[in-house]
């Protein structure tokens, strides 16, 4: 019996996206699926090119359609769109062409949240992602350091600045108007003007995710950006200690009072690994930050060790993803990342989670 673009439509419906929870067809993940003889060639649609299990899903594809009688060869392309999560008449207008803004933010200073977003952001740029990041920590801004930036953005007629392009990524920073041992000390007005300049002022370009470093704590630059722009949600960074941890639970309520979503928790410096014993020590305690997202039914993103590694590589300007993606913490930046990009693509597919999602050809 001859296969049938039907038949391999039933047998792709057994293979099912487990974030998004619904099998392949069903979302509308199956592209251009053409049968010609024993020969069936199709795409598979990602929500992200960052998706933490597309090659389990290839071949879960893969073996479905090769036990289907009278298929020889198999042709499959994994492709991505990034859905836009988030919709409004002032974020489109002031952001049109970002699809996802997603702060980073932590309770207190000292958690290591500049180097997260450094991280997570050239994480998603590698997958394939356009990917900006907005350092919007005015007072202490650290990304330029972190990314090795030392062009200065340009700055046209119109006052619209194109941001420096370093490493796939889009930069953009209060670092790159100040002298190092300039002061900001600006009151709400000029933080919102500010927030707002870099955003609607800067020729951002097409982004899948804009990475928005935010200063610590629950001030003005948080309460402006959460009130210019519908966020697609907010990622908590903290550190295992009661003390951070407190203070990491504050920030989470600002969020929820703005009506802002948390797409999870990180936990930095979460433990140390001996470099010459293997031993690990858990400095600052261990697994308060998971315990917590379990509590407020919050996603747990992962965690990152305490490592001189990543610290000499935020001072050098040479960020572990980049320059050792292989060592355990690159790695644990990169799942980081994957699940951030996950729990983006489930909120993103809210809207089209309906039995009335159809398959196009």
């Not at 990491?248 to 009506?259: V, Y």
Request: glycine fraction near 8%; aromatic fraction near 4%; charge should be neutral.
């Amino acid at each position: 019996m001859a296969v049938t673009t039907e038949h391999v439509l039933n047998a792709l419906r057994s293979v099912h996206d487990p974030d998004l929870k619904r099998d392949l067809v069903s979302l509308g993940f199956i592209k251009d699926l053409t049968v010609q003889g024993g020969r069936v060639a199709f795409k598979i649609e990602l929500t992200t090119p960052a998706c933490p299990v597309r090659d389990i899903m290839k071949e879960e594809a893969r073996a479905v359609v090769a036990a289907l009688p009278g298929v020889s060869q198999i042709e499959i392309t994994m492709t991505s769109q990034v859905r836009r999560s988030v919709s409004g008449a002032a974020g489109d207008q002031l952001v049109p062409t970002i699809k996802n803004i997603i702060p980073i933010a932590s309770g207190k200073g000292g958690v290591g949240k500049s180097t997260v977003s450094a991280n997570l952001a050239l994480a998603l740029a590698k997958s394939g992602a356009r990917v900006g990041v907005m350092d919007a920590d005015v007072y202490g801004p650290s990304i330029p350091t972190i990314l090795g930036v030392t062009d200065a953005p340009e700055v046209d007629e119109q006052n619209r600045i194109t941001p420096v392009e370093q490493s796939g990524l889009k930069v953009m920073s209060m670092g790159f108007f100040m002298k190092p041992e300039e002061a900001v000390i600006w009151r709400g007005p000029m933080l919102h003007k500010t927030v707002q300049q870099f955003l609607g002022g800067v020729i951002w370009g097409e982004l899948d995710y804009l990475i928005v470093d935010l200063p610590p704590g629950t001030g003005d630059v948080q309460l402006s950006l959460c009130q210019m722009i519908p966020i697609t949600g907010a990622v908590i960074v903290s550190t295992p200690q009661d003390v951070a941890l407190n203070v990491a639970q504050k920030a989470i309520a600002m969020f929820k009072k703005l009506n802002a979503p948390i797409l999870g928790i990180v936990e930095n410096m979460s433990y140390y690994l001996c470099p010459h014993c293997g031993k690990r020590d858990d400095i600052f305690g261990t697994g308060g930050a998971k315990q917590i997202a379990e509590r407020l039914a919050i996603p747990f993103l992962g965690e990152i060790p305490l490592a001189t590694p990543i610290r000499v590589a935020s001072d050098t300007g040479r960020p572990m993803v980049l320059t050792d993606p292989n060592s355990p913490s690159a790695k644990a930046f990169t799942e980081v990342a994957e699940r951030l990009a996950a729990q983006v693509s489930i909120k993103g597919m809210q809207g089209e989670l309906t039995p009335e999602v159809k398959v196009t050809f």
